[in-house]
């Protein structure tokens, strides 16, 4: 076999100018260990507020606009019919004369307050029927002892928003059909409410006497009842109106389910009711704890949570007369009952407030870790309407939002898919938004509080796979584009998607939302300033593109995409500068150290918009074109020449990485290749023994321009070569590795060659063959392919390596190159599974397709130079 070399290009071709159809070194490097490489940096530190506030202490907000974090709260703020307008909206009084209960009840001034009979004109009307009836006594008794609200004035009826009080008129029927009586009907539920002192519910024994009493009550007049009938009637347990169900049940069996229930009521739920009112509301807390807990095992046990049942408005007088108490514990569990017996409009409002009064205290944490609080926060927010009810979510979203802080709550709302509840909401804006063809800006308070929930929710263990499978990336794409101005929720989206970015599948979920990419860049524009945000867009867009090949095109190619980023560089640079000189002016401790802070969170942005330039020259297609730009380049060498490498190493190693990965693409302009020496001239600076870090960033840029001859004589004039040749017995593998990429192109100028030589470079090389040879095909291949420009003129084997260093180095490529010794300690490891297949597929591909070819030739050109004379014996 004919082991002479022919080489196609010439004789003397060195290894350095393939033909065409072979890589270039640097292309070599770059297939070997990605001369091109994505950027990895830190996620940006999210600082925990020492306070729990409604919106961040840096909030953009007006206060006069949004919602207050502090307010007061008690008995006097919820309604006793619940009927108060969603809106908070007082309707104007009906124009009725109260009467005024006396401070002793009477029998005669309890029958002044109930409603007035039926006309007598009226012969269709059914008369109630007789008999015990405690629900409506309860509600009489009430009515006058004060579970009215009395500092807020009389409530009035409305027609169209007494959705949550089903329970006050629940079992009301149609026309003509045997009615029993509503609790709130008629004027006396509009009476003031009584003080204990005034014979109110602080009376127990007389609460006692009345619910004993039988009193019979006379059915409505048809005009309070046709006010009231059509929205009572629509939560009622039927699922659709009241008096279709009670005329489809027939009369007796309606009359027997409601004697049951007035019957319970009377003989269970009132005797709790009247104990807790009896009750100290400062001295008997741990007494009234216990009864609210029973009163609510009681109504559970029956089925009397919720809207449905008939007395639940008289339950939640006596529980809103409570509200004043100042036990933490007690309060949540009345709010608790509040929740379960489905309140709305004005009471929902303040039980969401109060929720969130209580959450905002961290104390009181464990608090929610009992009984089944956090599943009626969940309930509610499901079952809440945002659009009549948007200020109640807000609080509501916001109390659980404070509880995603804690760890054991946060695993707890985790397993409930809290996820899922957010996540519905938030779809639920975009749709209401879209469907209205603009934006709600009431939405964006509910948003922030969602925003910072899910923020939370996302480093949980599941919480990425419930983020992709309730298409939560989605629906924040959708809030970036709708709320471009609101800084406070685009801050929490940014901290949401900082973190689920981490992981490729939601990158990829997030590069295939194509309206994404306008939002970053607006969003970029918009708040150019606000480095809290632009730092964490950037770190964003650096995980898509470091991940995803489609990103890097798209961010491209939108619409001042590129410029943006570079003014993002450009402002921050120059902010960097202003900041660095602040700080040699500033004189007290204080100033200076507010200032380094300053300057640190400005070099944070310039690491995290570099790192995506960085990403996107990577790209085949719009690296070339990013290169060209020698704004860019400038900036960059800006930067390494101001700062100082152990300040700033995390800046510097991010520029010089993006400079290497501008200066791989080849390029005819004369400006550039000049400027590829200004570029060398200032990655001198990193040529540091105890910086290796920086060091090899800078060798890898070398490996680059060292394919022009201007920046080969210069490196060498400043002794680079010989410190590449130094590493090669580093005994680190990549530290080799970078060092011969280098050396390759050094080794083209014949007048470089005998350096590596002098150095006792071939000795390195022939050792670094020897210990890592079979564990390391690339590595081999690229040390042969240094070998082989090194030797492109030699006439003598001997005397271009050397008669021991040639010997051994013979030996080993004719042990490398025998197929059965090379692969032998992965072919004979025997069949394994199929990560082990695939990778002794890969080490047989790199073997045979790297290193082999260029082993060859490398042992063909030392046998076809071998001297057959061996050399002479000194004489003795």
């Not at 307008?85 to 209960?101: I, K, M, N």
């Not at 010997?807 to 490529?813: E, G, N, P, T």
């Amino acid at each position: 076999m004919d082991l002479n070399p022919k080489p196609k290009a010439g004789p003397n071709r060195p290894f350095y100018k393939p033909p065409e159809n072979k890589a270039t070194s640097s292309q070599i490097i770059n297939e070997a260990r990605s001369s091109l490489r994505t950027l990895g940096t830190k996620r940006p530190f999210t600082p925990r507020d020492e306070q729990r506030h409604l919106f961040p202490s840096s909030s953009s907000r007006n206060p006069e606009s949004r919602p207050p974090s502090s307010f007061s709260l008690g008995s006097r703020h919820f309604d006793g019919p619940d009927s108060r307008p969603v809106s908070g909206t007082r309707l104007s009084p009906l124009d009725h004369s109260f009467p005024q209960a006396p401070r002793t009840p009477t029998a005669a001034d309890l029958e002044n307050i109930l409603p007035p009979k039926p006309p007598a004109s009226d012969p269709s009307r059914p008369q109630a029927r007789r008999g015990a009836n405690a629900r409506h006594r309860i509600h009489n008794q009430h009515s006058a002892e004060g579970y009215t609200n009395k500092e807020s004035g009389p409530t009035p009826h409305r027609s169209e928003s007494l959705t949550d009080v089903s329970g006050g008129g629940g079992g009301e029927s149609g026309a003509g059909e045997q009615q029993v009586p509503r609790a709130h009907s008629g004027p006396k539920e509009r009476t003031p409410a009584l003080s204990p002192e005034e014979g109110g519910i602080g009376d127990a024994k007389d609460l006692t006497r009345r619910l004993s009493a039988s009193v019979s009550s006379p059915p409505h007049s048809a005009g309070s009842r046709g006010s009231r009938e059509g929205t009572d009637s629509r939560v009622s347990s039927g699922g659709s109106r009241r008096s279709s169900a009670g005329q489809s049940r027939g009369g007796s069996a309606g009359r027997k389910e409601g004697e049951e229930s007035e019957e319970f009521f009377a003989q269970q739920v009132a005797p709790l009711l009247d104990q807790m009112a009896a009750l100290n509301k400062k001295t008997e807390c741990e007494k009234m704890l216990g009864l609210a807990g029973d009163l609510y095992n009681l109504l559970e046990d029956h089925n009397c949570l919720g809207k449905h049942w008939r007395q639940r408005s008289t339950v939640l007088k006596v529980i809103f007369r409570l509200l004043d108490v100042e036990d933490t514990k007690l309060l949540l569990k009345l709010a608790r009952l509040i929740l379960a017996l489905k309140v709305g409009g004005n009471n929902l409002l303040n039980v969401c407030k109060l929720v969130f009064k209580v959450s905002r205290n961290e104390k009181n944490d464990p608090l929610f870790l009992e009984e089944n609080i956090l599943n009626l926060l969940l309930d509610t927010i499901r079952s809440t309407d945002h659009v009549t009810s948007c200020e109640a979510l807000i609080y509501c979203v916001g109390a659980v939002k404070f509880l995603t802080g804690n760890s054991d709550i946060l695993k707890r709302l985790a397993r409930l898919d809290c996820v899922k509840v957010l996540a519905t909401l938030l779809h639920n804006i975009n749709k209401t938004n879209k469907e209205n063809g603009k934006v709600g800006d009431q939405f964006g308070h509910i948003l922030v509080q969602l925003a910072a929930g899910l923020r939370n929710l996302a480093d949980t263990s599941s919480g990425r796979e419930r983020f992709i499978a309730h298409h939560v990336i989605e629906g924040l794409t959708v809030l970036m584009e709708s709320y471009p101005g609101d800084s406070d929720l685009m801050l929490y989206i940014s901290r949401i998607l900082s973190k689920v970015t981490l992981h490729t599948d939601c990158c990829s979920v997030l590069a295939d939302q194509h309206s994404s990419y306008k939002a970053f860049v607006q969003l970029l524009n918009r708040h150019l300033k606000k480095d809290d945000l632009v730092v964490r867009l950037c770190f964003v867009l650096g995980n898509v593109t470091a991940k995803n090949e489609q990103a890097r095109q798209r961010l491209y190619q939108e619409k001042e995409g590129l410029d943006t980023l570079l003014t993002v560089l450009k402002t921050y640079d120059e902010l960097d500068k202003q900041g660095k000189e602040f700080a040699n002016m500033s004189a007290s401790p204080e100033e200076s150290e507010s200032t380094k802070d300053a300057i640190n969170k400005i070099e944070d942005v310039l690491i995290k918009v570099i790192r995506v330039l960085a990403n996107l020259s990577i790209s085949e297609d719009v690296g070339p074109f990013i290169a060209a730009n020698q704004q860019l380049m400038t900036q960059l060498l800006s930067i390494i020449d101001r700062k100082d490498v152990g300040e700033s190493e995390e800046l510097i190693l991010n520029c010089v990485a993006t400079v290497n990965n501008l200066t791989f693409y080849t390029t005819k302009q004369t400006s550039l290749v000049q400027q590829h020496v200004a570029i060398a001239e200032s990655l001198l600076k990193l040529m540091l023994p105890d910086k290796m870090e920086s060091m090899l960033e800078a060798a890898r840029v070398f490996g680059n321009l060292t394919r022009h001859k201007p920046v080969r004589n210069f490196l060498s004039k400043q002794k680079v070569d010989a410190m590449m040749v130094t590493l090669l017995d580093s005994g680190f593998r990549e530290v080799v590795f970078i060092a011969c990429g280098v050396l390759i192109n050094f080794m083209v100028d014949e007048e470089t060659r005998p350096l590596l030589k002098r150095e006792g470079g071939v000795k390195k090389c022939v050792e670094v063959l020897r210990d890592f040879g079979r564990e390391d095909w690339q590595l081999s291949a690229i040390v042969c392919k240094m070998l082989c420009n090194y030797s492109a003129r030699m006439t003598s084997t001997t005397d271009c390596f050397g008669q021991p260093e040639a010997a051994q180095l013979s030996d080993l490529l004719f042990e490398y190159l025998d197929r059965d010794s090379a692969l032998s300690s992965v072919l004979g490891e025997g069949a394994g599974g199929e990560e082990d297949g695939e990778m002794q597929e890969y080490i047989t591909e790199t073997w045979e397709n790297e290193f082999c070819p260029v082993a060859t030739q490398l042992l063909r050109r030392m046998e076809a130079h071998a001297s057959p004379l061996e050399p002479l014996e000194a004489p003795g």
